[in-house]
Protein backbone atom coordinates (compact mmCIF):
# COMPACT_ATOMS: atom_id res chain seq x y z
CA UNK A 1 0.00 0.00 0.00
CA UNK A 2 3.11 2.31 1.03
CA UNK A 3 4.82 1.53 -1.83
CA UNK A 4 1.81 2.52 -4.40
CA UNK A 5 1.06 5.39 -2.70
CA UNK A 6 4.46 6.63 -2.89
CA UNK A 7 5.16 5.63 -6.53
CA UNK A 8 1.77 7.56 -7.27
CA UNK A 9 3.54 11.20 -5.41
CA UNK A 10 6.33 10.18 -7.99
CA UNK A 11 4.12 9.72 -10.74
CA UNK A 12 3.11 13.67 -10.20
CA UNK A 13 6.35 14.88 -8.78
CA UNK A 14 8.10 13.39 -12.58
CA UNK A 15 4.71 15.51 -14.49
CA UNK A 16 6.02 18.54 -12.84
CA UNK A 17 9.75 18.20 -13.82
CA UNK A 18 8.72 17.28 -17.53
CA UNK A 19 6.26 19.33 -17.51
CA UNK A 20 3.94 17.19 -18.81
CA UNK A 21 0.01 17.97 -18.58
CA UNK A 22 -0.89 15.14 -16.51
CA UNK A 23 0.62 12.32 -14.72
CA UNK A 24 -0.63 9.45 -17.13
CA UNK A 25 2.69 9.37 -19.10
CA UNK A 26 4.88 9.02 -15.55
CA UNK A 27 1.89 6.68 -13.92
CA UNK A 28 2.47 4.46 -17.48
CA UNK A 29 6.37 4.57 -17.28
CA UNK A 30 6.59 3.80 -13.62
CA UNK A 31 3.86 0.21 -13.99
CA UNK A 32 6.19 -0.55 -17.00
CA UNK A 33 9.07 -0.55 -14.84
CA UNK A 34 7.70 -2.23 -12.06
CA UNK A 35 6.65 -4.83 -14.57
CA UNK A 36 10.33 -5.63 -15.90
CA UNK A 37 10.06 -3.46 -18.58
CA UNK A 38 14.07 -1.33 -18.29
CA UNK A 39 13.27 1.70 -20.95
CA UNK A 40 10.06 3.00 -19.29
CA UNK A 41 12.07 5.59 -16.98
CA UNK A 42 14.69 6.54 -19.19
CA UNK A 43 12.78 9.37 -19.98
CA UNK A 44 12.69 10.52 -16.50
CA UNK A 45 16.28 9.81 -15.75
CA UNK A 46 15.99 6.33 -14.16
CA UNK A 47 18.34 3.24 -15.74
CA UNK A 48 16.95 0.00 -14.81
CA UNK A 49 19.20 -2.01 -17.09
CA UNK A 50 20.87 -4.75 -15.35
CA UNK A 51 23.76 -3.22 -14.31
CA UNK A 52 21.98 -0.41 -12.70
CA UNK A 53 19.98 -2.77 -10.44
CA UNK A 54 23.02 -5.07 -9.47
CA UNK A 55 24.64 -2.22 -8.17
CA UNK A 56 21.23 -1.16 -5.98
CA UNK A 57 22.08 -4.46 -4.69
CA UNK A 58 25.03 -4.31 -3.68
CA UNK A 59 24.74 -0.89 -2.49
CA UNK A 60 22.38 -2.60 -0.27
CA UNK A 61 25.02 -5.26 0.96
CA UNK A 62 23.20 -7.52 -0.85
CA UNK A 63 25.68 -10.08 -2.34
CA UNK A 64 23.23 -12.20 -5.18
CA UNK A 65 22.77 -11.63 -8.48
CA UNK A 66 19.87 -9.95 -9.80
CA UNK A 67 19.03 -12.89 -12.07
CA UNK A 68 18.75 -14.91 -8.61
CA UNK A 69 15.77 -12.67 -7.36
CA UNK A 70 12.56 -13.69 -7.70
CA UNK A 71 9.78 -12.16 -9.27
CA UNK A 72 8.83 -9.94 -5.91
CA UNK A 73 12.53 -9.46 -4.41
CA UNK A 74 12.92 -7.26 -8.63
CA UNK A 75 9.81 -5.66 -7.91
CA UNK A 76 11.27 -4.13 -4.32
CA UNK A 77 14.53 -4.01 -6.33
CA UNK A 78 13.27 -1.88 -9.19
CA UNK A 79 10.97 0.44 -6.40
CA UNK A 80 14.56 0.79 -4.50
CA UNK A 81 16.26 1.88 -7.12
CA UNK A 82 13.33 4.17 -9.15
CA UNK A 83 13.11 6.20 -5.96
CA UNK A 84 16.98 6.58 -4.56
CA UNK A 85 17.43 7.70 -8.37
CA UNK A 86 14.49 10.22 -8.08
CA UNK A 87 15.13 11.39 -4.59
CA UNK A 88 15.87 14.53 -5.47
CA UNK A 89 12.67 15.33 -7.65
CA UNK A 90 10.38 13.91 -4.35
CA UNK A 91 8.22 16.50 -3.35
CA UNK A 92 8.28 19.05 -5.68
CA UNK A 93 4.60 18.69 -6.82
CA UNK A 94 3.83 19.27 -3.49
CA UNK A 95 6.07 22.37 -3.33
CA UNK A 96 4.12 23.32 -6.47
CA UNK A 97 1.23 22.69 -5.57
CA UNK A 98 -0.56 26.42 -5.28
CA UNK A 99 0.80 27.78 -8.46
CA UNK A 100 -2.11 28.28 -10.88
CA UNK A 101 -1.18 25.77 -13.49
CA UNK A 102 -1.03 23.09 -10.54
CA UNK A 103 -4.57 24.23 -10.00
CA UNK A 104 -5.90 23.69 -13.63
CA UNK A 105 -4.02 20.64 -14.18
CA UNK A 106 -6.34 19.28 -11.06
CA UNK A 107 -9.51 20.83 -11.86
CA UNK A 108 -8.50 19.27 -15.72
CA UNK A 109 -8.33 15.80 -13.75
CA UNK A 110 -11.19 15.98 -11.57
CA UNK A 111 -13.47 16.48 -14.25
CA UNK A 112 -11.62 13.86 -16.39
CA UNK A 113 -12.54 11.73 -13.58
CA UNK A 114 -15.71 13.16 -13.58
CA UNK A 115 -16.70 12.53 -17.33
CA UNK A 116 -15.42 8.95 -16.53
CA UNK A 117 -17.96 8.11 -13.80
CA UNK A 118 -20.95 9.42 -15.81
CA UNK A 119 -19.86 7.57 -18.96
CA UNK A 120 -19.60 4.00 -16.06
CA UNK A 121 -23.12 5.52 -15.30
CA UNK A 122 -24.74 5.44 -19.15
CA UNK A 123 -22.73 2.91 -20.74
CA UNK A 124 -25.09 -0.23 -19.62
CA UNK A 125 -27.86 1.99 -20.24
CA UNK A 126 -26.83 2.32 -23.40
CA UNK A 127 -26.11 -1.26 -23.88
CA UNK A 128 -29.20 -1.98 -22.77
CA UNK A 129 -30.73 0.74 -25.50
CA UNK A 130 -28.88 -0.24 -28.96
CA UNK A 131 -30.65 -3.23 -29.54
CA UNK A 132 -33.74 -1.54 -29.37
CA UNK A 133 -32.47 1.09 -31.73
CA UNK A 134 -30.93 -1.29 -33.79
CA UNK A 135 -34.22 -3.21 -34.38
CA UNK A 136 -36.60 0.25 -34.86
CA UNK A 137 -34.18 1.10 -37.54
CA UNK A 138 -33.93 -1.87 -39.42
CA UNK A 139 -37.64 -1.86 -40.10
Avoid: C, W
Wanted: charged share 15%.
Amino acid sequence: NKMSKNLTMLSYDLMKVKTESDASMAQTAIASAMGGEAEAMKRYGVMLNQATLQQALYSLGIDRTVSSLNAAEKAQLTYYHIMTTTAGQHGYYAKTLMSPANALNIVRTQFTLLARQIGNVFIPILMQLLPVVIAITEM
